[in-house]
């Protein structure tokens, strides 16, 4: 099994930008496919990016995403900071065993 | 608009079993691949269990493989979770989400979850 390895937390100013970064273990990042989601507090989560950049149909363009193969990474990047993006986000991806595997999370903070 | 809605929920007994239900709405089910996600108290998310559009696939985490079922009746746009001997460590809110298309690992939509918690 390989794993997804995220920042436990991240903080930043609002109208900054942030990256959150997402470590697969074993496997190439570039042979499957990686999501992000956003959960905020006691809500389910949404997805912000699929398929490594592309953006759901109402998500704003603040956010992106991108694979990186030399350091087999994936990152989300928010720009334009706000209060609101304060949530968890979550790294998705699998492998040819057929297994999904989450990310732990990374806790936002924008202060 | 896609909605899912997941029930069935509810405290349960060690030991017991238990089917979770998601009715979909808004989308062409029998096209979609549909996944459940489970996510513990003040924990983070854990995939469950994806099966493809037609039912012909069916994969799982290896924490529940042997006691979880994933099944769908496309005919009443129905996705269910069967979960046989019950412990502890199943407790979570559990989450349906539907994949963006009919054997993709990308989840695209999620429903509200609901809230399983076993106890004596």
């Known amino acids: 099994n390989f794993m997804l390895t995220q920042p436990h937390s991240v903080s930043e100013s609002p109208g900054k930008t942030v990256t959150i970064s997402c470590t697969r273990s074993?496997?190439?990042?570039?042979?499957?496919?990686v999501q992000w989601y956003q959960q905020r507090p006691g809500s389910s989560p949404t997805t912000l990016i699929y398929e490594d950049d592309q953006r759901p149909s109402g998500v704003p363009d603040r956010f992106s995403g991108s694979i990186d193969s030399s350091s087999n990474s994936a990152s989300l990047t928010i720009s334009g900071l706000k209060t609101e993006d304060e949530a968890d986000y979550y790294c998705q991806s699998y492998d040819t065993s057929n297994r999904g595997v989450f990310g732990g999370g990374t806790k936002l903070t924008v202060l | 608009q896609v909605q899912l809605v997941e029930s069935g929920g509810g405290v349960v007994q060690p030991g017991r079993s238990l089917r979770l239900s998601c009715v979909a709405s808004g989308f062409n089910f029998h096209n979609f691949g549909m996944h459940w996600v489970r996510q513990a108290p003040g924990r983070g998310l854990e995939w469950v269990a994806f099966i493809w559009f037609d039912g012909s696939n069916k994969y799982y985490a290896d924490s529940v493989r042997g006691r979880f079922t994933v099944s769908r009746d496309n005919s009443k746009n129905t996705l269910y979770l069967q979960i046989n001997s019950l412990g502890a460590q199943d407790t979570a809110v559990y989450y349906c989400a539907k994949a963006d298309i009919g054997d993709s690992w990308s989840l695209l939509n999620w429903g509200q979850g609901t809230l399983l918690t076993v106890s004596s």
């Open positions: 074993s496997g190439s990042i570039a042979g499957y496919y």
